[in-house]
C-alpha cells in the first residue's frame, strides 16, 4: 500500500508563482524516480519534469525556465515551483512514482497520486 498525495493546487494569476508538493508514503522501500505530469481540459495527460533518486532533471520545453522540480529523499516527498504561470499552465497536476514495495523484491511499482487543481486566471 503505497500511496502519493499532492498539495498545493488552487488559483492564481497569469504571471504569478505556485509550488506544489508530492509525499509518498506507504510500505516503500526505497522511491526511484518521481514526476509531475499534467492533464489540460481537452487534452492527453502530458510529462511536466521528472527528477532521479540522484537529483537529475528533465523539464518538457514549455516549461523550461519557468518551473523547477526537486526533491527530499529523507522525506520521499518532491516539489514543483512553478513562476511566470501562464493560463496554458491551467490543468490538473498528478504526482508520479516508480517505487520498490517492502516486501517485493524483483520489480518496482508505478504509483499515481490523485492529482490537485492548477488554474491560472485573472
Known amino acids: 500500500q503505497v500511496q502519493l498525495v499532492e498539495s498545493g493546487g488552487g488559483l492564481v494569476q497569469p504571471g504569478g508563482s505556485l509550488t506544489l508538493s508530492c509525499a509518498a508514503s506507504?510500505?516503500?522501500?526505497?522511491?526511484?524516480?518521481m514526476a509531475w505530469y499534467r492533464q489540460a481540459p481537452g487534452n492527453q495527460r502530458e510529462l511536466v519534469a521528472f527528477v532521479t533518486r540522484s537529483g537529475n532533471t528533465n523539464y518538457q520545453d514549455s516549461v523550461k525556465g519557468r518551473f523547477t522540480i526537486s526533491r527530499d529523499n529523507a522525506k520521499n516527498t518532491i516539489y514543483l515551483q512553478m513562476n511566470s504561470l501562464k493560463p496554458e499552465d491551467t490543468a490538473v497536476y498528478y504526482c508520479?512514482?516508480?517505487?520498490?514495495?517492502?516486501?517485493?523484491?524483483?520489480?518496482?511499482?508505478?504509483?499515481w497520486g490523485q492529482g490537485t487543481l492548477v488554474t491560472v486566471s485573472s
Open positions: 506507504g510500505s516503500i522501500r526505497s522511491v526511484n524516480t
Open positions: 508520479n512514482a516508480d517505487v520498490l514495495q517492502t516486501d517485493i523484491y524483483y520489480r518496482s511499482f508505478e504509483v
